[in-house]
């Protein structure tokens, strides 16, 4: 910047010094004397950014902005313009905005870390996660650049920076050896190994990283994210209130807790966070998508369309917000939804997630539409990009059925009989995704004894905790090892999943619900340490399951559901290890087969209740009347009445279905019944 001044230059030169001093000590005597400055001498760019600045800190952001965006157009290639002009932009909300100032800065700076940091944040803020990882990557090597300046440590920073963990993991580790105690080595260290899914080691370095440094902030927001991300939300939230204490209007920290909150079911103080800071920041479409989520499973259908809106208006090629509203099942897209959807589409510069969520989205618009080739047409390629992006191997699971029926014997089950935690609390529905498990679930929550929860990932953090395996490419001790456990260890770890799961527990009623569907995987263990807990086994018509679940993409997890022979090969595992129990265990699960449900609700609801212990209630037949909160795929559809729409479905698609039918062989032939194994 270069003013012209009528002044003396060491009276200006005093002055502006003055004020600089005044910004961290009281921002309206700062902007008082700046303002003195230019009284003096009209338009002096650095007073003028001193104003802007003044304003900014003392909470006038329309002022600021109408004093800086002149300036930051007089001035479009100045660092500190820009970079001020960013902030400022971002404390009003207007975060694309501020995207485009950072950008700027940097552009003209590429070494200005401050500039890095308000990039990153504010492309954290419009779901760009890819950028804002990279920016992130740059601040942290100016930020070394401009202290120890430690080559190892560059090094990894950079190879951060391009994307490559694996070789900034090797770099980082041979520094530890020399240094085990530098918490900047241990987050980076932390973070690389996040980004190569390894979450629970990312954990145990960023605790030590806090251990050593507990004021370093960055570890501590990577910590409580990958608390978040391990399931453990309680965890992060006692690592967000840290954060928040020092900074409790952060947009970051604030959406984290938001959706930490949903996942512990504290709907109301979720909704009312994103409320707050979507009025604040209202330019980020993946807040407005996490908000939508949170507003579908209260059931508020309208305002949850409306944010999904939001977020499609802020960010047309965010596919997963046209798929969120593809999801809410009984959402319809018009002719230029789906135009705009395909012009998405056939953009070169598309990331594969969200041409896989655009694929899902049409695919289902389609389907809505009767055209039923190009509905699977989509559903097809969506699967497909999401498919290459799994390590997934249906072989770990044909041998992990195997292991199971090998261990867990009649003999077993007979030996451990009255051991394990006599708790009668938990009632398990499980089976497969789409398989009308939330609709049992929403029965039986509407009863008076019984409360609804979510699909809760304890069972299986305990099964994984017990095999040892750090990832899926050890050896698992689990399930042999629930032959070696004695009756104090099975009562003990039945315990643990009653206190993992008490956060979910909201009304006091007696009974509450466990609807992961996965947990069929370990029936044994859920018999072994909770001999009182009831097994439901959620089963529907193969194709009509296994379709259903072919064409609904899901947030996480489900790795077996984007290949129709994966997804017919699961199911037939999963019919084999339940035939299994019913053997070994006759009468311990209680299976409600979907179709016979549709047909006959009262008759099977009846006999659902007299499984469970629990008398008739009417709410029971009422159950779509039931308001309490869904977090599933099905959340809009179980606040209908029972439909026999979706039993034969699939009937419309069965044309490309060959690969299904054969994997599922005499699966398929004897349903309901189960083939001899």
């Known amino acids: 910047m270069s003013t012209t001044t009528t002044e003396p230059a060491g009276?200006?030169?005093?002055?502006?010094?003055?004020?600089?001093?005044?910004?961290?000590?009281?921002?309206?005597?700062?902007?008082?004397?700046?303002?003195?400055?230019?009284?003096?001498?009209?338009?002096?760019?650095?007073?003028?950014?001193?104003?802007?600045?003044?304003?900014?800190?003392?909470?006038?952001?329309?002022?600021?902005?109408?004093?800086?965006?002149?300036?930051?157009?007089?001035?479009?290639?100045?660092?500190?313009?820009?970079?001020?002009?960013?902030?400022?932009?971002?404390?009003?909300?207007?975060?694309?905005?501020?995207?485009?100032?950072?950008?700027?800065?940097?552009?003209?700076?590429?070494?200005?870390?401050?500039?890095?940091?308000?990039?990153?944040e504010a492309l954290e803020l419009v779901g760009d996660e890819a950028g804002a990882q990279v920016a992130r990557a740059r601040q942290t090597v100016l930020q070394i650049k401009g202290g120890v300046r430690d080559p190892a440590l560059m090094a990894a920073a950079g190879a951060l920076v391009d994307g490559k963990p694996g070789e900034a993991e090797k770099a980082l580790r041979a520094l530890l050896d020399t240094r085990p105690?530098?918490?900047?080595?241990?987050?980076?260290?932390?973070?690389?190994?996040?980004?190569?899914?390894?979450?629970?080691?990312?954990?145990?370095?960023?605790?030590?990283?806090?251990?050593?440094?507990?004021?370093?902030?960055?570890?501590?927001?990577?910590?409580?994210?990958?608390?978040?991300?391990?399931?453990?939300?309680?965890?992060?939230?006692?690592?967000?209130?840290?954060?928040?204490?020092?900074?409790?209007?952060?947009?970051?920290?604030?959406?984290?807790?938001?959706?930490?909150?949903?996942?512990?079911?504290?709907?109301?103080?979720?909704?009312a966070?994103?409320?707050?800071?979507?009025?604040?920041?209202?330019?980020?479409?993946?807040?407005?998508?996490?908000?939508?989520?949170?507003?579908?499973?209260?059931?508020?259908?309208?305002?949850?369309?409306?944010?999904?809106?939001?977020?499609?208006?802020?960010?047309?090629?965010?596919?997963?917000?046209?798929?969120?509203?593809?999801?809410?099942?009984?959402?319809?897209?018009?002719?230029?939804?789906?135009?705009?959807?395909?012009?998405?589409?056939?953009?070169?510069?598309?990331?594969?997630?969200?041409r896989l969520h655009l694929d899902y989205a049409l695919g289902k618009a389609h389907e809505d539409a009767g055209r039923w080739a190009r509905s699977f047409e989509h559903y097809a390629r969506g699967a497909a990009l999401r498919r290459a992006q799994l390590a997934y191997d249906p072989e770990r699971n044909r041998r992990h059925v195997a292991r199971s029926k090998a261990v867990l014997t009649a003999d077993l089950f007979a030996e451990r009989a009255g051991q394990g935690c006599p708790a009668p609390d938990p009632i398990f529905v499980l089976g497969l995704p789409r398989s009308g498990s939330t609709l049992v679930e929403q029965i039986l929550a509407s009863h008076s004894a019984v409360e609804g929860t979510m699909e809760l990932p304890d069972i299986g953090a305990i099964a994984k905790r017990l095999g040892g395996a750090k990832s899926s490419r050890e050896p698992s001790a689990y399930p042999e090892i629930l032959a070696d456990l004695d009756p104090d260890q099975l009562a003990a770890l039945g315990q643990e999943f009653l206190d993992r799961t008490r956060v979910q527990r909201k009304t006091g009623r007696p009974l509450f619900i466990d609807k992961m569907p996965n947990n069929w995987a370990h029936v044994g263990l859920i018999a072994l340490t909770l001999p009182n807990a009831k097994i439901i086994d959620a089963r529907r018509h193969p194709m009509g399951c296994c379709?259903?679940?072919?064409?609904?993409?899901?947030?996480?997890?489900?790795?077996?559901?984007?290949?129709?022979?994966?997804?017919?090969?699961?199911?037939?595992?999963?019919?084999?290890?339940?035939?299994?129990?019913?053997?070994?265990?006759?009468?311990?699960?209680?299976?409600?087969?979907?179709?016979?449900?549709?047909?006959d609700p009262e008759a099977q609801i009846r006999a659902l209740l007299d499984y469970c212990g629990l008398p008739f209630e009417e709410s029971c037949l009422n159950f779509h009347e039931n308001d309490r909160a869904v977090r599933t795929a099905s959340s809009e559809q179980v606040r209908r009445p029972i439909f026999k729409d979706a039993v034969e479905h699939w009937q419309n698609y069965e044309s490309w279905l060959d690969p299904l039918k054969s994997a599922l062989g005499p699966v398929l032939t004897c349903y309901p019944a189960a083939p001899e194994f």
């Open 11 to 120: 009276t200006v030169a005093t002055a502006l010094a003055h004020a600089r001093r005044l910004l961290g000590v009281d921002p309206r005597l700062a902007a008082e004397q700046a303002g003195a400055i230019l009284e003096a001498v009209p338009r002096h760019a650095e007073a003028t950014l001193i104003l802007a600045t003044a304003l900014r800190l003392a909470g006038d952001l329309p002022q600021a902005l109408r004093t800086l965006d002149p300036l930051s157009r007089a001035f479009p290639q100045s660092p500190p313009v820009q970079l001020e002009h960013g902030w400022s932009l971002a404390a009003a909300g207007q975060t694309q905005g501020a995207v485009a100032a950072f950008r700027r800065a940097v552009a003209a700076e590429p070494d200005l870390a401050e500039a890095w940091r308000g990039l990153a």
């Open 181 to 271: 105690d530098d918490p900047a080595a241990l987050r980076m260290l932390a973070e690389a190994v996040a980004r190569l899914g390894r979450q629970e080691e990312a954990e145990t370095l960023l605790v030590r990283c806090l251990e050593i440094a507990p004021g370093f902030t960055a570890a501590r927001q990577n910590l409580a994210t990958v608390l978040y991300r391990l399931g453990r939300s309680e965890d992060a939230l006692v690592q967000l209130e840290r954060l928040l204490a020092d900074e409790p209007r952060n947009p970051a920290h604030l959406n984290l807790k938001a959706a930490a909150l949903a996942r512990i079911g504290e709907y109301a103080q979720s909704i």
């Open 273 to 354: 966070i994103y409320e707050d800071v979507l009025a604040r920041h209202p330019q980020q479409p993946k807040g407005w998508m996490s908000y939508g989520h949170a507003l579908k499973t209260v059931g508020r259908a309208a305002d949850c369309a409306a944010a999904y809106r939001k977020a499609v208006d802020q960010a047309p090629s965010l596919g997963e917000a046209w798929w969120s509203l593809a999801n809410m099942k009984t959402w319809r897209f018009d002719e230029a939804d789906l135009a705009a959807m395909e012009a998405q589409l056939a953009r070169a510069d598309l990331s594969d997630d969200d």
């Open 547 to 599: 379709f259903s679940g072919f064409k609904q993409h899901f947030a996480r997890g489900q790795a077996f559901s984007y290949g129709l022979d994966d997804i017919g090969r699961y199911y037939a595992d999963y019919v084999e290890l339940m035939a299994h129990f019913d053997a070994v265990l006759p009468g311990r699960a209680y299976r409600v087969i979907y179709e016979e449900m549709v047909a």
